[in-house]
């Protein structure tokens, strides 16, 4: 999750508060909520899959929240 968090923000805040990651049942659900953050980061899908992996969990999600930035 550190690997996932420092890729998204890069270690800037407020792009990391833009992007929650939340549970829902076996899915890990990550919010692209910062311009900064592109969609189609192959490394960001990696290391949320990564996560998803570490926690035994089904699958990933990616919601891409509309007005970003």
Same mark, same amino acid.
């Given at each position: 999750m550190l690997e996932l968090g420092y890729r998204l923000s890069g270690g800037v805040p407020e792009?990391?508060?833009a992007c929650p990651v939340a549970r829902d049942g076996g899915t890990l659900q990550l919010v692209l909520g910062h311009p900064a953050v592109d969609?189609? =980061?192959? !490394?960001?899908r990696g290391r949320l899959e990564a996560a998803?992996?570490?926690?035994?969990? =089904?699958? !990933?999600?990616?919601r891409v929240e509309s007005g970003r930035g």
């Amino acid at each position: 999750m550190l690997e996932l968090g420092y890729r998204l923000s890069g270690g800037v805040p407020e792009v990391l508060e833009a992007c929650p990651v939340a549970r829902d049942g076996g899915t890990l659900q990550l919010v692209l909520g910062h311009p900064a953050v592109d969609p189609a =980061d192959e !490394a960001v899908r990696g290391r949320l899959e990564a996560a998803v992996a570490a926690l035994g969990l =089904d699958r !990933a999600e990616f919601r891409v929240e509309s007005g970003r930035g």
